[in-house]
């Protein structure tokens, strides 16, 4: 009987040691089949979760973000241990013991499964399981998986320790709105830092790696709160918190910035606008879209705020100036269904889906309104954060033609900005335009405006418009003959030119439609005569200009065509903008950057801008007033001299020329205008001895811009307005005069020289090389032949000039030269 009792419980034993092998060597042998083809866990030690790139101004001030993930990657050790408390007491209490994965909970889930016939399925995953579905495996909910999972789990908990897989799960973590991330959902949710978390709230970030859209804030508030309340108990009876901290943090409400109870973090940041978009545009082109958007970028922008508004003020006063010179109303195009407008709460939520543009400041923020009622004296409207009924009187539409009812109806949306006690109606004008300022020695861009509303249209008129210069162009036509030989005091005919093209025969005239004849070059720039500059340009050679065009970088491969003399080529105001700069700093070659540095994730500087080196900037023995020295080795794209020479007769322009108008600065100004034909484009350019502004208007598909249209009328104004507050926070003074040259006087009319002590209006002081003295009296038309029945105008109705020369003899000078004192030929 003994026996038999042995031999049974022998042969139990061996079918359950048999089993208990089979079991394992099947689990085995599962195992192992999987483990086989794994992907490798060791990556994860030098894993760089993909990060928020931010701008921040010049002043240190964080002006815009871009990211795929909205992330902020925090090391383990700067996240505070409440944080980490929370989460591993909803995700996995057990973390610090178990060695990746945790047997008793995947059993109690199997159980659970059972028990509820598969209908209440839940993961049992820790949080080591957790960084391989996030990082290396998919998110399916098969066996396969789960088997990866874990065998995945315990090599890496022998690869890292806790604290780092703490950090991999907390930074990679999905929390809803697009935050990923502690830090970010911190912001996201509160507002605040993870340092500034109370219990209750770091328990609300925890509750939500379940099922984020499940736990919405908003729209499931009971259940999040119900789940908040989950987490603060599993971290009372983790010993976390204390009983009083538990009860007291429970009965605290749900609070979020989704529910208005903070301000959302974006309040803090400017709207994005045209230079941010640009620096991004920029960067994915130089980085890769991919690596801007995830590489964790610092970009230090070399924009100025205080100037950024004035150059948006300065732009929009101009466009909306001309636009409310039509007379035309066009609004915004949109429109809320009538039936809609009885129902505040709902013509509100509609308004408020309604895309237009909310970025605009100009004599007061713009409001998006709806339009409720249409009187004959006034216009009732719904406010976007105002009134549900404000009134607009018949005062405000003076300037349109048209009635209230004959341009709106009931529901139009438009744009309103208070006035007094009533408001007032905007629209975003149809004529568009850029406006463009930068440092003329280091290149940095201190403001830029690519149109009316970034909002409205991202399109930036400043850097991808391609638009002809006209006028503006001439400049680099007078340089190329300054470094020719030619002088401010040559004389140039100013007179018809018919030129045979395959188009036909073209006849270039001037603004005015009249002829001056001979004229000396200053002249010929400061009233922007064109047939002055063709003739001009025929003496040099177009093939030169083109040249020196592509040397200050205005095209990469300018056509060698006469009509591109006067700016016929398109090109972008960013790279005019630019070229402008080396005339102001005497002609050094400087590169326009929106970007003064970048560091990436780990704080090292991966580009700066500035290479130039400061000498004496960590010596100490300065004296007091004594600047540093800079050392540059800037390549020189032009003689110094010539720039000057040139700066000298573009202040001509402002002074006494086509902008003189428009323009007046405290301190020495120079620039050009430039209107194309049919006034399609208006231009202005301009600069002081540090900074170079510029400005063009004209509509997106060009059409003429109507009578009176011009360069020094439009953006001449614009110029004016940023350059008067760019002055008093920039200052400015005379332009540096370069070595090897001397002052010789003459007749700005004439060109003749004049005695030394000469004085009066037509005098003007030219700055000349030694050793080159010129030769006065010889006039240039370019090779073009002139008939004697073209008519020519004189410029000023005068006698001659009495003046007193070197030798204390007086003399008449003058007038100028009329068709009867010019033959054709070359040199005469």
């Given at each position: 009987?003994?026996?038999?009792?042995?031999?049974?419980?022998?042969?139990?034993?061996?079918?359950?040691?048999?089993?208990?092998?089979?079991?394992?060597?099947?689990?085995?042998?599962?195992?192992?089949?999987?483990?086989?083809?794994?992907?490798?866990?060791?990556?994860?030690?030098?894993?760089?979760?993909?990060?928020?790139?931010?701008?921040?101004?010049?002043?240190?001030?964080?002006?815009?973000?871009?990211?795929?993930?909205?992330?902020?990657?925090?090391?383990?050790?700067?996240?505070?241990?409440?944080?980490?408390?929370?989460?591993?007491?909803?995700?996995?209490?057990?973390?610090?013991?178990?060695?990746?994965?945790?047997?008793?909970?995947?059993?109690?889930?199997?159980?659970?499964?059972?028990?509820?016939?598969?209908?209440?399925?839940?993961?049992?995953?820790?949080?080591?399981?957790?960084?391989?579905?996030?990082?290396?495996?998919?998110?399916?909910?098969?066996?396969?998986?789960?088997?990866?999972?874990?065998?995945?789990?315990?090599?890496?908990?022998?690869?890292?320790?806790?604290?780092?897989?703490?950090?991999?799960?907390?930074?990679?973590?999905?929390?809803?709105?697009?935050?990923?991330?502690?830090?970010?959902?911190?912001?996201?949710?509160?507002?605040?830092?993870?340092?500034?978390?109370?219990?209750?709230?770091?328990?609300?970030?925890?509750?939500?790696?379940?099922?984020?859209?499940?736990?919405?804030?908003?729209?499931?508030?009971?259940?999040?709160?119900?789940?908040?309340?989950?987490?603060?108990?599993?971290?009372?009876?983790?010993?976390?918190?204390?009983?009083?901290?538990?009860?007291?943090?429970?009965?605290?409400?749900?609070?979020?910035?989704?529910?208005?109870?903070?301000?959302?973090?974006?309040?803090?940041?400017?709207?994005?606008?045209?230079?941010?978009?640009?620096?991004?545009?920029?960067?994915?082109?130089?980085?890769?879209?991919?690596?801007?958007?995830?590489?964790?970028?610092?970009?230090?922008a070399s924009i100025d705020e205080e100037m950024q508004v004035e150059a948006a003020k300065a732009l929009r006063e101009a466009l909306q100036k001309y636009d409310r010179g039509r007379g035309k109303?066009?609004?915004?195009?949109?429109?809320?269904?009538?039936?809609?407008?009885?129902?505040?709460?709902?013509?509100?939520?509609?308004?408020?889906?309604?895309?237009?543009?909310?970025?605009?400041?100009?004599?007061?923020?713009?409001?998006?309104?709806?339009?409720?009622?249409?009187?004959?004296?006034?216009?009732?409207?719904?406010?976007?954060?105002?009134?549900?009924?404000?009134?607009?009187?018949?005062?405000?539409?003076?300037?349109?033609?048209?009635?209230?009812?004959?341009?709106?109806?009931?529901?139009?949306?438009?744009?309103?900005?208070?006035?007094?006690?009533?408001?007032?109606?905007?629209?975003?004008?149809?004529?568009?335009?850029?406006?463009?300022?930068?440092?003329?020695?280091?290149?940095?861009?201190?403001?830029?405006?690519?149109?009316?509303?970034?909002?409205?249209?991202?399109?930036?008129?400043?850097?991808?418009?391609?638009?002809?210069?006209?006028?503006?162009?001439?400049?680099?036509?007078?340089?190329?003959?300054?470094?020719?030989?030619?002088?401010?005091?040559?004389?140039?005919?100013?007179a018809p030119i018919e030129v045979n093209t395959p188009q036909g025969l073209w006849r270039p005239k001037n603004a005015s439609n009249k002829f001056y004849g001979p004229t000396p070059l200053r002249?010929?720039?400061?009233?922007?005569?064109?047939?002055?500059?063709?003739?001009?340009?025929?003496?040099?050679?177009?093939?030169?200009?083109?040249?020196?065009?592509?040397?200050?970088?205005?095209?990469?491969?300018?056509?060698?065509?006469?009509?591109?003399?006067?700016?016929?080529?398109?090109?972008?105001?960013?790279?005019?903008?630019?070229?402008?700069?080396?005339?102001?700093?005497?002609?050094?070659?400087?590169?326009?950057?929106?970007?003064?540095?970048?560091?990436?994730?780990?704080?090292?500087?991966?580009?700066?801008?500035?290479?130039?080196?400061?000498?004496?900037?960590?010596?100490?023995?300065?004296?007091?007033?004594?600047?540093?020295?800079?050392?540059?080795?800037?390549?020189?794209?032009?003689?110094?001299?010539?720039?000057?020479?040139?700066?000298?007769?573009?202040?001509?322009?402002?002074?006494?020329?086509?902008?003189?108008?428009?323009?007046?600065?405290?301190?020495?100004?120079?620039?050009?205008?430039?209107?194309?034909?049919?006034?399609?484009?208006?231009?202005?350019?301009?600069f002081t001895s540090n900074i170079v502004a510029g400005c063009y208007i004209g509509y997106d598909r060009p059409q003429p811009l109507g009578r009176g249209a011009s360069g020094g009328g439009m953006?001449?104004?614009?110029?004016?307005?940023?350059?008067?507050?760019?002055?008093?926070?920039?200052?400015?003074?005379?332009?540096?005069?370069?070595?090897?040259?001397?002052?010789?006087?003459?007749?700005?009319?004439?060109?003749?020289?004049?005695?030394?002590?000469?004085?009066?209006?037509?005098?003007?002081?030219?700055?000349?090389?030694?050793?080159?003295?010129?030769?006065?009296?010889?006039?240039?038309?370019?090779?073009?032949?002139?008939?004697?029945?073209?008519?020519?105008?004189?410029?000023?109705?005068?006698?001659?000039?009495?003046?007193?020369?070197?030798?204390?003899?007086?003399?008449?000078?003058?007038?100028?030269?009329?068709?009867?004192?010019?033959?054709?030929?070359?040199?005469?």
């Amino acid at each position: 009987m003994i026996r038999f009792i042995l031999s049974f419980f022998g042969a139990i034993f061996s079918l359950v040691t048999l089993g208990v092998f089979m079991v394992a060597l099947t689990i085995g042998g599962v195992f192992w089949m999987y483990g086989r083809d794994l992907p490798s866990h060791e990556s994860l030690a030098q894993y760089k979760p993909p990060t928020i790139s931010r701008i921040y101004s010049g002043e240190g001030q964080l002006i815009d973000e871009f990211a795929k993930e909205r992330r902020l990657f925090t090391p383990a050790d700067e996240i505070p241990d409440l944080i980490k408390q929370a989460f591993i007491s909803a995700e996995d209490k057990n973390f610090y013991t178990h060695q990746g994965y945790d047997l008793r909970g995947i059993a109690a889930a199997g159980i659970e499964a059972v028990r509820s016939r598969g209908s209440n399925v839940r993961g049992a995953s820790t949080i080591t399981q957790q960084v391989m579905k996030n990082f290396l495996l998919s998110g399916d909910r098969k066996a396969e998986r789960k088997i990866k999972e874990i065998i995945l789990a315990a090599r890496l908990e022998q690869t890292l320790n806790k604290e780092q897989i703490l950090e991999l799960y907390m930074n990679e973590i999905f929390l809803g709105q697009n935050s990923y991330g502690v830090t970010a959902a911190a912001q996201t949710y509160f507002n605040k830092t993870l340092a500034e978390l109370a219990p209750h709230e770091a328990a609300t970030l925890a509750a939500m790696p379940k099922a984020p859209s499940d736990y919405h804030p908003v729209r499931e508030r009971q259940r999040l709160l119900d789940r908040r309340n989950y987490v603060l108990r599993e971290m009372r009876e983790n010993g976390y918190i204390d009983m009083a901290t538990y009860e007291a943090e429970r009965e605290m409400p749900l609070r979020s910035v989704q529910n208005g109870d903070f301000e959302g973090f974006r309040t803090a940041l400017p709207p994005r606008d045209y230079f941010t978009d640009e620096i991004r545009r920029q960067l994915s082109e130089d980085f890769g879209e991919g690596e801007f958007f995830t590489g964790g970028f610092t970009v230090r922008a070399s924009i100025d705020e205080e100037m950024q508004v004035e150059a948006a003020k300065a732009l929009r006063e101009a466009l909306q100036k001309y636009d409310r010179g039509r007379g035309k109303w066009h609004g915004t195009g949109k429109s809320i269904e009538p039936a809609k407008l009885g129902d505040e709460e709902v013509w509100r939520a509609e308004l408020a889906a309604t895309e237009v543009a909310r970025d605009v400041d100009l004599g007061g923020r713009w409001h998006p309104a709806v339009v409720l009622g249409v009187g004959e004296q006034d216009l009732s409207v719904g406010v976007e954060d105002g009134p549900a009924k404000g009134r607009v009187p018949r005062s405000d539409i003076k300037w349109m033609k048209g009635s209230f009812k004959d341009n709106f109806k009931l529901g139009d949306v438009v744009l309103v900005r208070k006035a007094d006690e009533d408001w007032s109606l905007r629209q975003v004008p149809e004529v568009q335009g850029g406006f463009m300022a930068m440092d003329v020695n280091t290149g940095r861009v201190l403001a830029m405006q690519g149109g009316f509303s970034y909002q409205d249209s991202v399109f930036n008129r400043a850097t991808q418009a391609l638009r002809q210069p006209g006028s503006s162009f001439k400049p680099f036509v007078y340089a190329a003959a300054l470094d020719s030989g030619y002088s401010p005091a040559t004389i140039v005919v100013d007179a018809p030119i018919e030129v045979n093209t395959p188009q036909g025969l073209w006849r270039p005239k001037n603004a005015s439609n009249k002829f001056y004849g001979p004229t000396p070059l200053r002249t010929g720039i400061e009233r922007s005569r064109n047939l002055m500059t063709i003739r001009l340009a025929q003496e040099v050679s177009m093939p030169v200009v083109a040249g020196y065009a592509e040397r200050f970088g205005v095209y990469d491969h300018m056509g060698p065509f006469l009509a591109n003399a006067l700016g016929s080529e398109e090109t972008t105001l960013y790279k005019m903008v630019a070229a402008y700069a080396m005339f102001a700093n005497g002609g050094e070659r400087v590169e326009p950057t929106l970007v003064d540095r970048i560091q990436d994730r780990f704080g090292k500087t991966i580009y700066r801008h500035d290479q130039r080196d400061c000498v004496d900037c960590l010596s100490d023995r300065l004296e007091p007033d004594q600047a540093p020295r800079i050392v540059t080795n800037r390549e020189r794209v032009m003689n110094a001299i010539t720039a000057y020479q040139l700066t000298s007769m573009m202040r001509g322009v402002v002074e006494r020329g086509t902008a003189s108008g428009t323009v007046k600065l405290p301190v020495p100004t120079a620039g050009k205008t430039g209107t194309t034909n049919d006034a399609k484009d208006v231009w202005f350019i301009g600069f002081t001895s540090n900074i170079v502004a510029g400005c063009y208007i004209g509509y997106d598909r060009p059409q003429p811009l109507g009578r009176g249209a011009s360069g020094g009328g439009m953006c001449g104004p614009v110029f004016q307005s940023f350059m008067t507050e760019a002055v008093k926070k920039f200052g400015g003074g005379p332009f540096e005069i370069p070595p090897g040259g001397h002052f010789i006087k003459i007749d700005r009319f004439t060109g003749a020289r004049l005695p030394d002590d000469a004085s009066g209006e037509y005098v003007v002081a030219e700055y000349f090389r030694d050793g080159e003295e010129p030769i006065f009296g010889l006039t240039y038309d370019g090779g073009f032949a002139m008939g004697s029945n073209l008519p020519l105008f004189e410029e000023v109705q005068q006698s001659g000039q009495q003046v007193r020369t070197s030798t204390g003899a007086v003399t008449t000078v003058g007038p100028k030269a009329n068709f009867g004192t010019v033959s054709s030929g070359g040199l005469y």
